[in-house]
């Protein structure tokens, strides 16, 4: 990560782009369900969309991160 301050321009797109995946990482928790739910499930799709969300997970998580300032101990 750098060690530079976000500007106000930099935080909005990073909270843009958090907003995007929270909402990729919810609409393929319901694609993963409706396609279990109804049998017979297609399990290679259903294991790539499982990846494609932790994958989308991580970066949710990074995102924040970047977003919380540093509290200094």
């Keep these: 990560m750098s060690q530079h301050p ?3 321009s930099e935080i909005s ?7 995007e995946l929270q909402v990729e990482h919810r609409d393929l928790d319901l ?5 279990t ?15 494609r969300k932790l994958l989308l997970k991580d970066r949710i998580l990074q995102l ?10």
């Design 37 to 51: 739910d109804n049998p017979p499930p297609d399990d290679l799709l259903v294991r790539r969309l499982k990846k």
């Design 31 to 35: 694609v993963i369900a409706h396609l």
């Design 6 to 8: 976000l500007s106000e």
């Design 13 to 19: 797109d990073l909270r843009s782009l958090l907003f």
């Design 64 to 73: 924040e991160q970047m977003l919380v300032p540093d509290i200094p101990a």
